[in-house]
């Protein structure tokens, strides 16, 4: 496989584990195959500055692909109610920012976005420090456009996504959480990939029951349910959609009264 090939098929690998079999043996060797090819052209060295820029977006998507694969089995601790390991956060850290780094050097906005974003998914899902990953994000919501016009959709629909979380959780604005989540959930539906949607749906309704608006919520939520169930995604994926459904649908149930 070529580069873009092999990255593309470790993507692809990734969304499928994250999604609907939480089986990420295959991203990691995809993204380490990428990785050692890169480095054989950039360098050995993390944050070598020879080989092409196209060489080094590369090494930077491999890296930040590894950084993806430990986030994700991360959160299926947390969902599972199980700590996390230090050394998986450290590592994750350690990947993400080498990512960024190698980002910086190719001057590339959208990729820079993207490596900014990952360092922020660190502080704040997995560190629960917003503070610290605020920095990191509003940079990257600085440069999202130019995400959305590198056709990297599902990125600029991330970053949308927690910029909506800290008005929906953090900086309790729920008209600009219902905003911004609204955006990612219309990128997402501009990808067109099912698996993808529903957490989308999901985040919106939520943002729209903090709103006020639980009758839209509720047809948000159902949506996402039928659609979590349809495509097959993972049980605690499932199961997120019919909490907020429910939550949605009692919310509801009292307004009408």
């Known amino acids: 496989m070529t580069a873009d090939e092999r990255l593309g098929a470790a993507a692809e690998a990734l969304a499928e584990a994250a999604f609907r079999t939480g089986e990420f043996d295959a991203a990691e060797r995809l993204f380490g195959e ?36 430990l986030h994700h089995r991360c959160i299926g601790r947390l969902v599972a109610g199980l700590p996390l390991d230090d050394g998986d956060v450290a590592a994750e850290a350690e990947l993400m920012e080498e990512a960024l780094a190698v980002w910086r050097q190719t001057g590339d906005a959208a990729g820079t976005a993207q490596g900014l974003f990952g360092v922020g998914l660190v502080h704040q899902v997995l560190r629960r420090d917003w ?36 008005y929906l959780f953090e900086d309790v604005r729920p008209a600009e959480a219902v905003r911004r989540l609204g955006y990612s959930l219309a990128l997402r539906e501009r990808i067109g990939d099912p698996r993808r949607i ?21 047809e948000l939520l159902g949506r996402a349910v039928r659609l979590a169930r349809e495509t097959g995604l993972l049980g605690w994926r499932i199961e997120d959609a019919e909490r907020t459904l429910a939550e949605a649908e009692a919310a509801l149930a009292e307004a009408d009264g």
């Open 198 to 218: 529903p957490s989308g749906l999901v985040a919106l309704g939520g943002a729209e029951l903090a709103a006020g608006r639980p009758e839209r919520a509720v």
């Open 34 to 69: 990428a990785l050692t090819a890169a480095r054989a052209t950039t360098g050995s060295e993390p944050g070598s500055a020879s080989g092409s820029d196209g060489h080094r977006a590369a090494q930077a998507r491999a890296l930040g692909g590894l950084g993806l694969v």
């Open 131 to 166: 503070a610290a990953a605020m920095p990191y994000y509003w940079q990257a919501f600085g440069l999202a456009e130019a995400v959305e016009e590198s056709g990297e959709l599902y990125a600029c629909s991330e970053i949308h996504r927690h910029i909506g979380f800290y």
